[in-house]
């Protein structure tokens, strides 16, 4: 998980390795989203994606798919690389990537203490595609190629355990892609409740709010004869963001995993959200507005000229310039916006769902967003003092309620 760590846990006695066998490589046609691989648990899902979203230039929304629905995501700069495989000791990955027609190659071996397969390694190749979901499970260890301007979205699901193997800040265990031989380790037992998903991002939001720093790696080591993990942490560290007038500007909660390349965590307590795939090209200019919702919108991936123009309350038009990852873009309800620029972009989209009453069962969120020409944009509506947000976990319930729907309609 996104959170950073500095001690080590306490030595053990063993020095737990397997030999390296390759047995076999996977071309994934770009039409199959659901498949199955030798690696026990390792397989690709059908994701849920809708497409033609309702905002001027939306091409395609991915929603999240079902399981506790929390949503990381990584971006790689366009000469990322890794050097390193990387083991989650209490996380499966649940992996959707997101750009431009890019293919990856997903390098896999099985490291779980005890598994039959132990020791056997896979290739993937495929292309990024936001229909599909790449499920890792514990204690597979992975690392990919081609991931250059890639942003990979993350829906993890937590375990928890009494296991030496195990440092819950931070629980992957990194090796060198040149090693013969492969780290074993023993993977958590006990998957924790979806309300302790929620508080565990919501911990992981406080930390990389205040710290910001490099994301730091974990490699078991021998010293004095016995078997222990060192943590290395690079001294990479991000621009200051662009300055803002208007308060539309926030900074993300995130941590460094290249010079430019981040890992950012969610901003709001329901801590979900989708993917936005806007093509700017050819728009016809028209804003948009949600009425009883607050959007906070992240560029992630794609096109590097592409803005958001935003209408104040004041009717003035302000302009802010994406390509940034580390900050997001906040549109009050009733507040008009359009995003503008050339190529395609893909953009992390968070909503906070205005509470019009305690008791109103009937919320009109099918209500909620117009559409206006240009001329018929004018002055958005001031954001209230009064304005109250449904609870973080009631949204976070409503999004894991559609991912449910959305899977028995496949």
């Not at 779980?112 to 292309?127: F, K, N, Q, V, W």
């Not at 078991?220 to 560290?237: E, K, M, N």
């Not at 001329?375 to 973080?392: F, M, N, T, V, W």
Request: proline share 7%; with cysteine.
């Amino acid at each position: 998980m996104p959170m950073t760590a500095d001690a080590a846990p306490p030595a053990t006695a063993l020095d737990r390795s397997t030999p390296r066998r390759h047995i076999g490589t996977f071309e994934v046609p770009d039409d199959v989203t659901a498949v199955d691989f030798p690696l026990d648990g390792t397989r690709l899902e059908t994701a849920h994606v809708t497409d033609r979203g309702a905002t001027a230039g939306v091409v395609r929304v991915a929603r999240i798919s079902e399981g506790p629905g929390i949503t990381d995501y990584v971006t790689h700069q366009k000469d990322f690389t890794y050097s390193t495989y990387g083991i989650h000791v209490g996380q499966d990955d649940r992996l959707t990537f997101f750009g431009d027609g890019q293919r990856i190659a997903v390098h896999l071996i099985d490291c779980r203490e005890g598994s039959p397969r132990l020791g056997d390694e896979i290739t993937i190749h495929m292309a990024v595609s936001p229909h599909r979901v790449l499920i890792i499970p514990k204690g597979v260890a992975h690392t990919l190629d081609g991931l250059g301007g890639v942003v990979t979205r993350d829906e993890p699901v937590w375990y928890a355990d009494r296991n030496p193997d195990w440092e819950p800040d931070n629980d992957l265990v990194s090796f060198l892609r040149t090693a013969e031989r492969a780290p074993v380790v023993r993977t958590n037992r006990h998957r924790l409740p979806v309300a302790a998903h929620l508080l565990l991002s919501r911990m992981s939001q406080r930390t990389n709010s205040e710290v910001r720093g490099a994301y730091a790696a974990r490699f078991r080591v021998s010293v004095g004869g016995r078997t222990t993990y060192a943590t290395i942490r690079p001294d990479w560290r991000a621009a200051e963001p662009q300055s803002d007038d208007h308060g539309l500007v926030r900074r993300n909660n995130f941590v460094l995993t290249g010079p430019e390349s981040f890992t950012v965590v969610p901003s709001t307590d329901s801590c979900t959200s989708d993917v936005l795939e806007v093509a700017l090209d050819g728009q016809d200019g028209r804003f948009t507005r949600h009425a009883y919702s607050r959007r906070t919108v992240t560029w992630m991936a794609g096109s590097e000229e592409a803005d958001i123009e935003v209408v104040t309350a004041d009717g003035e038009h302000r302009v802010v310039r994406l390509g940034d990852p580390t900050i997001g873009v906040r549109i009050p309800p009733g507040t008009w916006y359009r995003f503008t620029g050339t190529g395609r972009i893909w953009v992390r989209s968070e909503m906070e769902l205005l509470d019009l009453s305690p008791w109103n069962l009937d919320h009109p969120l099918v209500r909620d967003l117009t559409t206006a020409d240009p001329g018929e944009a004018g002055p958005s509506r001031p954001e209230q003092d009064g304005d109250r947000y449904l609870p973080g976990p009631a949204l976070h319930a409503l999004a894991r309620m559609e991912a449910k729907a959305m899977s028995l309609t496949h």
